[in-house]
């Protein structure tokens, strides 16, 4: 199986799942508050929505423009503290009752609030409330959308961070501000946005009822279509939560229902298909439908590129004077927008920071501490750090390795050629880590070394030097068996530079990581160890250089059954950025930074021997010094080479 079918297939097997099993409405009303937490979690929002009060928004209003028939304010406010959101609010002029309120969430232009002005202001002219805000990447301050994209910013994975949770956190807020004016009617509130915005729509939808009518233009498709259409390569990191619980939209969608959605898309849209898009709207007609709200839900096709039409436009309008106003108008009558360039105001007219942003701004810097991480545990004796272990392990298998298959394939471990040369005897094998990927390993056992005989499991690295984890193993004690495995994306299976950012992309929006994938690996290959001749199944240890050393070191966690762990240039930290064209050292896995990091990793397999060889990085001193404080059995062992490398009595 290729990286590319693998992707795809689990794709596929996601968005069939989605939704598939609810029959009935009872059931989905019992569903629905596990799903939305689950949602929550994925958006990074969970410790935000605990809070018995958010912040104050601290609005700050820096000018007004009267215009006929409606006017603009001018503002700012803060989503957190010291988080500012730019935007500008149209309030219909003269205004006799607090009218509807409507938030438009901007999509990917760089003027952003001037680029969409119109549709405020044609908001603004039908009765309603209208607030537009930026997003933290574009407009008149430049944040980070781009984190795996453009920046090579993979350890966001790690720390459990989109920028969907961001914007979808300042459009709360920005609901919170429409609430908090009295010109506004709180409890008819909508959210409409095109591309980013359209995706924002949903985002915001789903997480908070407040909003009773929504409308994603240009914003709609089935996981599965992205990865395996490859439209996932031209969208921008907000487009998607980061995936725990293996998700598809049709799910965001399902907790939107059964308030009013209109879906809104173009037939030729090169990032978002046509045919996924009406899957998305099929799937969720049945739910809606068995919630008696069928007519609640409305898809509309237009022709043409990733865009607006005016057939789009119009039928939003009426879409939410419907809905929001309790009128019925035609989307003939309810008109389009005015884009005349004399209509239009000028970006200097509109601009909220005169000169600059406040000097305490977040925004550039928000990716940094919006999702809390770990800090290291306090851990005062070995039962402590039993408890603590087991605490995280199964943290990281909910959180982490969530996708790990529930019932594992048979091993079909296979003997494929046994080899006798130079004084070692041993074989290459074969055996099946998970449904479709045909892993290969080769043993070998010195001549004189007594059978069954413990064995070094050492993990590949992906486009290593030939020979390399062999040399890595020269000087090892002969008593040692060696077996080196190639987990997936290395030896056989390997894929070439060139698919690197795509895989770690795709991989991370279906729930796993290349690093977690070969963890699932480096444990089936352990389990594989057990049928091999002459090995002794009680006295493995698990040896891996570079990348590969942090997939021994959870792998060794996750199992429990090795007695050593080997490690050559291990990272300092997962919590550091890679390479921007997605070379290099992939090490990042879904959230494991909320729970853990590379060096208490370390630390927590005591009594386990750990054995640097080379240096090692300073973070790992916390390791060390936890191994020293609980003392014997467990061990660290310094060596230049594992010629230098004395195993404990017993191994």
Known sequence: MTIREYLCREARRITRRALRDLTDAATWERERPRRLAQYYEMMGLTEY??????????????????????????????????????????????????????????????????????????????????????????????????GPYYEGWFHWYSRGYTPAGVELWNGIRALDLLQSRPEVEGTRLGVTGISGGGAMSWWLGAADERVKVVAPVCGTATFASHICERTLDGHCDCMFPLNTYRWDLIEVGALIAPRPLLIASSDRDAIFTIASIREVYTRLKRLYELLGAGENLRLVETPGPHSYHERSRRAIF???????????????EVGDLDESPAAQEPAENLRVYVSDPPPDDRTTTIQDDFVSLASPPKIPDATALRAQREQLIAALREKTFGAFPSTPCDLEVQVEMELDTGGWRGCRFGFTSEEGWRLHGRLLLAQEAARPAPTVVMLRRPREPRLASENFLNGLDNCWARAIVEPRGTGETAWGPELDWHVRRAAALIGRTVASMRVYDALRALEAMAQLEGVDRNRLALAGEGEMAAVALYAALLSGQVQAVILGRPPATQNAPSSPDGTGPAIEMLNCLRYTDLPQVAGLLWPMELVFVGPRPETYRWAEELYARLGPPGAVRHVKRLDQWAPRAGQ
């Not at 009426?318 to 003939?332: C, D, I, N, T, Y």
């Open 49 to 146: 929505l605990a809070q018995p009060e958010r912040p104050p928004l601290n609005v700050r209003v820096v000018g007004r423009l009267e215009r006929p028939g409606y006017r603009i304010e001018r503002l700012y406010f803060e989503s957190l503290p010291r988080l500012y959101v730019v935007a500008n609010l149209y309030l219909p002029d003269p205004l006799d009752a607090p009218a509807p309120g409507v938030l438009y969430v901007c999509g990917h232009s760089e003027t952003q609030k001037v680029h969409y002005q119109a549709h405020p202001r044609k908001f603004a002219q039908l009765g309603f409330v209208a607030l537009i805000v930026e997003t933290i990447q574009l407009g008149e301050v430049r944040g980070y959308h781009h």
């Open 318 to 332: 009426a879409w939410f004077v419907r809905h929001l106003q309790g009128k019925e108008v035609s989307p003939e």
